[in-house]
């Protein structure tokens, strides 16, 4: 079974996407997965055809008015405060996290569990690499029950996986790399650049997973990011330019690797490592 | 009729707390025996819907009139549903805000803030 390579950074637009969408089509075959449910772009550099789509539903509970007798034993129990009993029983939809509880406690069996909708996934196919993006419904709180889905597609895929995940350090982000092999992650070479790479580092410390850094946007200037990685030992795989001939064609919706880009051996070479680490 | 003021010790002089759901306690006056009394706030300590745990909590005290500098859509639409009526405080004394809302001087507060929740997954 091929590896899983997860792309991530403490902020957002430091170039996981760039990255991730290159590789992706670098390799000879590979499957590209938007975790980024909040913004997914990456399709807008495969515009893959599309040839699944999905609704991905959470249960919420409903309620049975004429079963409810106000015991409020649900309330009680639900540790995210997401039910309250006025005149009756008032339901959070956006605070309740679908954990069934309340469901299964209600003495009345007034409650049962219905579907909400929050987003959509889709699985499409641009030349060599199979798309799968999860999008989030705007207005929904949480994007981690896309993610599983998401995740869940390519549990057992044969060929490299390259997961773009969102940007920072919450639950999202931990829902992104929890299967990974192998970390990639992405910083600027500014002090704000260097202070989001620590954050994340932290988090892929917690969660014992091989690493290395991608210097992205890279000039003469002295790099706040490579000192960070030089003082704690983090290997770096590569340097990307601050280059305004990648720039336009990023800003253009155009893969490097795709175009006559001068340097896209910087993408080959990186690929190379990261196929030697998960080796 | 009880009313209740989030604050921020449990004492008579206390100031007023200004946030509604996450207060430390609240100071509620009985009107029949004019006693006040606090409780603690056991929602201020929530991960997330502590305004709406609040809310209950205040229900659970048959409480029927809130004075606060503030308050949540969530906690707002629990204590609506249970017809209690809310009231904008003025200035940081609680115990002048009982006196100020009994002699007819505070307004009912109709802007309700969108609340702090939904942050994070």
């Given at each position: 079974?091929?590896?899983?390579?997860?792309?991530?950074?403490?902020?957002?637009?430091?170039?996981?996407?760039?990255?991730?969408?290159?590789?992706?089509?670098a390799a000879n075959k590979a499957v590209y997965v938007d975790c980024d449910v909040e913004e997914p772009n990456g399709h807008l550099?495969?515009?893959?055809?599309?040839?699944?789509k999905e609704d991905i539903f959470v249960k919420i509970p409903s309620i049975d008015k004429n079963l409810c007798t106000g015991c409020?034993?649900?309330?009680?129990?639900?540790?995210?405060?997401?039910?309250?009993?006025?005149?009756?029983?008032?339901?959070?939809?956006?605070?309740?996290?679908?954990?069934?509880?309340?469901?299964?406690?209600?003495?009345?069996?007034?409650?049962?569990?219905?579907?909400?909708?929050?987003?959509?996934?889709?699985?499409?196919?641009?030349?060599?690499?199979?798309?799968?993006?999860?999008?989030?419904?705007?207005?929904?709180?949480?994007?981690?029950?896309?993610?599983?889905?998401?995740?869940?597609?390519?549990?057992?895929?044969?060929?490299?996986?390259?997961?773009?995940?969102?940007?920072?350090?919450?639950?999202?982000?931990?829902?992104?790399?929890?299967?990974?092999?192998?970390?990639?992650?992405?910083?600027?070479?500014?002090?704000?650049?260097?202070?989001?790479?620590?954050?994340?580092?932290?988090?892929?410390?917690?969660?014992?997973?091989?690493?290395?850094?991608?210097?992205?946007?890279?000039?003469?200037?002295?790099?706040?990011?490579?000192?960070?990685?030089?003082?704690?030992?983090?290997?770096?795989?590569?340097?990307?330019?601050?280059?305004?001939?990648?720039?336009?064609?990023?800003?253009?919706?155009?893969?490097?690797?795709?175009?006559?880009?001068?340097?896209?051996?910087?993408?080959?070479?990186?690929?190379?490592?990261?196929?030697?680490?998960?080796? | 009729?009880?009313?209740?003021?989030?604050?921020?010790?449990?004492?008579?002089?206390?100031?007023?707390?200004?946030?509604?759901?996450?207060?430390?306690?609240?100071?509620?006056?009985?009107?029949?025996?004019?006693?006040?009394?606090?409780?603690?706030?056991?929602?201020?300590?929530?991960?997330?819907?502590?305004?709406?745990?609040?809310?209950?909590?205040?229900?659970?005290?048959?409480?029927?009139?809130?004075?606060?500098?503030?308050?949540?859509?969530?906690?707002?639409?629990?204590?609506?549903?249970?017809?209690?009526?809310?009231?904008?405080?003025?200035?940081?004394?609680?115990?002048?805000?009982?006196?100020?809302?009994?002699?007819?001087?505070?307004?009912?507060?109709?802007?309700?803030?969108?609340?702090?929740?939904?942050?994070?997954?």
């Open positions: 079974m091929a590896a899983k390579i997860a792309v991530l950074s403490g902020k957002g637009g430091t170039g996981k996407t760039l990255v991730s969408v290159n590789l992706a089509l550099f495969f515009k893959p055809t599309t040839i699944k409020k034993k649900c309330v009680e129990f639900c540790k995210f405060n997401a039910l309250a009993y006025a005149k009756e029983l008032i339901v959070f939809d956006e605070v309740c996290h679908s954990c069934g509880g309340c469901v299964m406690i209600c003495p009345q069996k007034a409650l049962n569990e219905k579907d909400k909708f929050i987003g959509t996934v889709k699985t499409g196919i641009s030349e060599n690499v199979k798309t799968i993006t999860g999008e989030l419904k705007t207005g929904e709180a949480s994007g981690v029950p896309i993610i599983k889905n998401l995740l869940n597609k390519v549990k057992d895929e044969k060929e490299l996986v390259f997961i773009d995940c969102p940007p920072g350090s919450a639950c999202t982000v931990m829902e992104s790399i929890a299967d990974a092999d192998f970390c990639l992650l992405v910083a600027e070479p500014t002090v704000f650049g260097s202070h989001n790479l620590e954050m994340v580092y932290e988090l892929i410390k917690v969660f014992k997973k091989p690493c290395a850094v991608v210097l992205n946007k890279t000039t003469q200037e002295k790099n706040p990011s490579e000192e960070f990685c030089i003082k704690n030992g983090i290997i770096i795989f590569q340097k990307i330019p601050f280059d305004q001939e990648l720039g336009e064609l990023n800003s253009n919706g155009k893969i490097a690797v795709r175009e006559n880009y001068s340097k896209k051996s910087l993408f080959y070479d990186l690929l190379d490592k990261v196929r030697e680490a998960v080796k | 009729m009880k009313i209740a003021v989030p604050v921020n010790d449990n004492n008579t002089k206390t100031e007023i707390c200004p946030s509604f759901g996450r207060t430390p306690f609240y100071m509620i006056k009985d009107t029949v025996s004019n006693a006040f009394d606090f409780i603690v706030n056991e929602a201020a300590e929530s991960i997330g819907g502590a305004g709406i745990k609040a809310a209950q909590l205040l229900l659970d005290k048959n409480v029927e009139i809130v004075l606060t500098p503030r308050c949540g859509e969530n906690s707002a639409k629990v204590l609506a549903d249970a017809s209690v009526k809310l009231y904008r405080t003025q200035g940081n004394s609680a115990m002048e805000n009982f006196d100020l809302y009994e002699k007819g001087k505070l307004e009912p507060l109709t802007n309700i803030h969108p609340g702090f929740h939904g942050h994070g997954g």
